[in-house]
């Protein structure tokens, strides 16, 4: 399974942008797509995940509201799409799968089997 993330880039406070995650190989047993992002000097936290199946949708608090993760199963694509974006929100943003699903650890990025390569977010001031 491979997974590459796109559409980061600048934007100003309160502007929006939207990531895309193509994922190539996916199996039925693939359970979910998450995003996470890592900001500099700091550890990679929870975004949002969603299940390809229901779905079932979560987001980290600092995001409810704002950001919308979203999947097309036809087309294997997760999406994140970003409003009212904030300074704080500058992060590289990582797309990730999992082939097993388990809420208590949806937020855990060592629970994600593959990875793809980051897109960069930075949010002007």
């Known amino acids: 399974v491979q997974l590459q993330a796109s559409g980061g880039g600048l934007v100003q406070a309160g502007g929006s942008l939207r990531l895309s995650c193509a994922v190539s190989?996916?199996?039925?047993?693939?359970?979910?797509v998450g995003w996470f992002r890592q900001a500099p000097g700091k550890e990679r936290e929870f975004v949002a995940a969603?299940?390809?199946?229901?779905?079932?949708?979560y987001y980290a608090d600092s995001v409810k509201g704002r950001f919308t993760i979203s999947r097309d199963n036809a087309k294997n694509t997760g999406n994140l799409q970003m409003n009212s974006l904030k300074p704080e929100d500058t992060a590289v943003y990582y797309c990730?799968?999992?082939?097993?699903?388990?809420?208590?650890?949806?937020?855990?990025?060592?629970?994600?089997?593959?990875w793809g390569r980051g897109t960069l977010v930075t949010v002007s001031s």
């Open positions: 990730a799968g999992r082939n097993t699903f388990q809420p208590a650890t949806i937020q855990r990025a060592s629970a994600y089997n593959y």
């Open positions: 190989g996916r199996t039925f047993s693939s359970s979910a």
């Open positions: 969603i299940t390809w199946s229901g779905p079932s949708i």
